[in-house]
Every structure is written in C-alpha cells, then in structure tokens.
C-alpha cells in the first residue's frame, strides 16, 4: 500500500509560483510513476504531468515550459513546481502512484492506482 500527502497549495496571484510536495509512504519509492493531476470547479480530473521511474517527464501541453516535476528519493517525495501561474490553473492539484507501466503520453486517471486528498492551488487575476 502506498499512502501520498500533498502540501503546499495556496493562494497566488497571476504569474506567480508554487511548488506542490507530495510525500509517499510504503515501500520501493523508485519503483513508482508519480503523476499529477488538477480537478478545476465543475471538470474533470485533467492530466497535467508525470514522472517515470528513470526520471524522465512528461507533461500536458497547457503546463509544457511552466511546471516542472522533480523527485527526492531520499525523501521519497515527488515535487510539482508550478511557474507563471494563470487564474485558469486555480484546480484542487492532486499526486497519484503507479507501480506498471505507462506509456508516452497523457494518461487517464483510472490508470492510476494511489491517490492524495489533494491540495486546493488558487490564482488570482
């Protein structure tokens, strides 16, 4: 079983930044894809980046340039950096853990198999 917490959302004004932090427990943290996903008011959960286990990212075209994932094995935590920040980003920003394996490319939340509660991340204009 992997248990994640996120932290770090917050209030930000447009163009700002915020780094997200998600803590994972439980074991073989390298043996995990980390991915991100943002849930706006009224949508769907949306995609917005991931990291494989060699450490190579992959991101949806709206954060490409903007957002930036890294991870700590040491801490075994995965980070969402989160520059130039746009009101249309103001999302409930959640991590999500997988242990198969994903392909190139965007990825449907079902695909993932261990979730956070989420951090509410809010960008005024």
């Known amino acids: 079983q992997v248990q994640l917490v996120e932290s770090g959302g917050g209030l930000v004004q447009a163009g700002g930044s915020l780094r997200l932090s998600c803590a994972t427990s439980?074991?073989?943290?390298?043996?995990?894809?980390m991915g991100w996903f943002r849930q706006g008011p009224g949508m769907e959960r949306e995609f917005v980046g991931k990291m494989f286990r060699n450490g190579v990212t992959y991101y949806a075209d709206s954060v490409k340039g903007r957002f930036t994932i890294s991870r700590d094995n040491a801490k075994n935590t995965v980070y969402l950096q989160m520059n130039s920040l746009k009101p249309e980003d103001t999302a409930v920003y959640y991590c999500a853990a997988v242990r198969s394996t994903l392909g190139w490319g965007p990825d449907r939340a079902s695909a993932y198999d261990y979730w956070g509660q989420g951090t509410q991340v809010t960008v005024s204009s």
């Open positions: 439980g074991r073989d943290f390298t043996l995990l894809i």
